[in-house]
């Protein structure tokens, strides 16, 4: 187990280059998740940790050791793959025990080993099955196997559940969760799904067209978004972005209607977007903060999600589950002065 | 009429035309077979007759096996096509996985100038092939077939491997490289068993040309020591008399040991080893 740190890293594939100096600090036993749309630099900042591409500049540590240019093997880490990556040709004992092949550890203790990674991962009873033998969940069970038998100091896990269905996921993120909890070792979990990020990590780094959006712990991307991008990222339905203009300290809504948001910093120009989330706006006549006509209706339940058509577009609201308005019924929409977020509109940061 | 009625007219179909073909193509063979057990006269009065007890005869196989040379010739034709086999193999697969696996310059170009091959015939390099043989001294080796047959395989092997090695998941190959493998482990234990399908087929497709040739021993290798099965029966062929019995036996058993070969590899290609690797 060890720390790892990552020093204005950059990549270049011939002139393009992918990642523009990413620089991150995980302490030791921290479960630290990217995510971001593909094509972000997710997947290349993580084979950049394994050593699977050469960095093009940059520095990258492995409990405090430079790890450059070390090949893969003698990084002390271990990978699980998207695709799971088992030996096809090779039961699943032997899948694991190859992770321990080059360990100088006696064979009594290796076979003990292994016997314990597959107590945890609950699957002594497969160890003489073959992989083709095996479901989806337990072949990546088993590459997960092979990653903890080696005990290594950073896990890397690269898109490890986007090939298994819904219900697999969710099940497999809680066995990772509890597993990281068991373990305690440092965990780099790169996903395109924001659920599981927000579900599994302990810091979540957001990442757009190779540059780090946000670093945070769930709750901090969550309710202070550092800009619009992660905004719209994190959170599911995406928060809606409402366009305003600053008029001395009161901001203007399109469509007429001011609201009074203390703002940390001015932005550069008049024009402003005015952020909230769909269960922060609720039917409020009272203090409405936009109105429009309901369009679509979702009901989810215990709430319903309502499509309002405003002066400012189509925004998604909430309504309650046992009495929501109907199509076509004018709704108005309010949120407390708490709940909304301010981001420079030409910059895209956030202001408060 | 039934859809279920249609499909097994479909299928009756399907079977006839390939018994059918099936016939055709084992004909020669069968007939080769069963001449081979009659006598000389037998053979010319009635050609598709099977050996009765009054035609049957194993005269054939008695001159073959008598004459000493023949278990050397079958020997000879064995070794120059197991280590062809195993040379081509072995060289083409590890070109191909290269070609697969590395980016380098000059990639596609290599993979095309080692194709070429494919379409050029070995053969019209035969007097440049025998000039090189005789200034190395390797005229009458066994080593000047294996060479030549090498080469003349390594094209096709390269292509077909080299498509087989680029679906090998990449992440496979990582995996093994972060479990410490190097690349030399990665190519023999990882990516071999792999491709072991196309490598059956790659060693198929060579084998039968191999086995079967009359060009290069007679040229390269005619001597009586390296005399291969193909030009040893070439002993009972005449210019003005063909010991037909003989021909016919020595054919007969010449069948034996590709068959063998033959079944050993295609097992190989039938199995779908890679199902469940990665989905």
């Known amino acids: ?352 | 009429m039934s859809i279920a009625r249609q499909n097994r007219l479909n299928t009756y179909a399907a079977h006839g035309v390939l018994i059918l073909y099936t016939l055709i193509a084992l004909f020669p063979v069968f007939v080769i077979i069963i001449n081979s057990f009659k006598t000389r006269r037998a053979i010319f009065r009635e050609p598709l007759a099977m050996p009765n007890s009054e035609t049957f005869s194993l005269i054939g196989y008695e001159t073959v096996l008598n004459q000493g040379d023949f278990f050397l010739y079958f020997q000879n034709s064995m070794i120059v096509t197991v280590a062809s086999l195993f040379f081509i193999l072995l060289f083409g697969a590890m070109a191909a996985f290269a070609l697969a696996e590395y980016r380098f310059k000059g990639n596609l170009m290599m993979g095309l100038y080692l194709a070429l091959g494919i379409m050029i015939p070995i053969r019209i390099g035969t007097v440049a092939i025998l000039e090189l043989m005789v200034q190395t001294g390797l005229v009458n080796t066994l080593w000047a077939l294996i060479l030549v047959y090498t080469a003349q395989g390594l094209p096709l092997a390269v292509f077909i491997l080299s498509e087989f090695m680029r679906q090998v998941s990449d992440d496979l190959k990582n995996a093994g490289r972060i479990d410490g493998l190097s690349e030399y482990r990665i190519f023999f234990r990882l990516v071999l068993p792999l491709v072991r399908p196309a490598m059956a087929t790659v060693a198929v497709f060579n084998m039968i040309p191999i086995w079967n040739d009359l060009w290069f021993p007679l040229i390269l290798a005619p001597a009586e020591e390296v005399k291969t099965l193909t030009l040893g029966s070439q002993v009972f062929i005449g210019q003005f008399v063909t010991d037909w019995n003989a021909v016919l036996s020595a054919l007969s058993l010449a069948i034996l040991p590709v068959m063998a070969l033959y079944v050993i590899f295609s097992r190989q290609l039938i199995r779908g080893i890679t199902s469940g690797a990665v989905k």
């Open chain 1, 1 to 352: 187990m060890a720390n790892l740190a990552l020093r204005s890293l950059t990549k270049s594939y011939g002139s393009t280059e992918v990642l523009h100096g990413i620089s991150l600090d995980v302490s030791d036993g921290e479960f630290v998740v990217f995510v971001g749309p593909s094509g972000c630099g997710k997947s290349t900042t993580l084979r950049l940790i394994a050593g699977l591409e050469e960095t093009t500049s940059g520095i990258i540590e492995i409990g405090d050791r430079e790890v450059n240019n070390l090949e893969p093997k003698e990084r002390d880490i271990a990978m699980v793959f998207q695709n799971y990556a088992i030996y096809p040709h090779m039961s699943v004992k032997k899948n694991i025990a190859f992770g321990l092949r080059s360990s100088k550890m006696p064979k009594a203790d290796k076979e003990k080993r292994i016997q314990e990674v597959a107590g945890i991962l609950d699957m002594t009873e497969l160890l003489d099955r073959k992989p083709s033998q095996l479901s989806g969940g337990q072949r990546q069970r088993v590459a997960i196997g092979r990653a903890m038998v080696r005990d290594p100091a950073v896990f890397l896990f690269d898109e490890p559940l986007s090939n298994l269905d819904a219900q697999l996921r969710t099940q497999m993120r809680l066995e990772i969760k509890r597993l990281h909890q068991r373990v305690g070792s440092t965990i780099i979990f790169v996903t395109h799904d924001q659920v599981e990020a927000m579900t599994m990590a302990d810091r979540i780094v957001i990442m757009k067209d190779g540059h780090i959006q946000q670093v945070g712990t769930p709750s901090e991307v969550y309710h202070k978004p550092a800009n619009t991008f992660v905004a719209r990222f994190i959170g599911a339905p995406s928060m809606n972005l409402l366009p305003a203009s600053m008029s001395g300290e009161m901001i203007c809504l399109t469509g007429g209607r001011q609201v009074e948001v203390t703002l940390k910093e001015l932005p550069s120009g008049k024009d402003v977007l005015v952020g909230v989330r769909p269960d922060d706006l609720l039917p409020d006549d009272v203090n409405p903060v936009i109105s429009g006509k309901v369009t679509v209706l979702e009901p989810l339940g215990p709430e319903t999600l309502i499509y309002v058509e405003t002066a400012s577009g189509e925004i998604i609201a909430e309504a309650d589950g046992r009495s929501p308005p109907r199509v076509g019924d004018t709704v108005n929409l309010g949120a407390g002065p708490e709940h909304l977020h301010v981001f420079d509109a030409k910059t895209g940061e956030a202001l408060t």
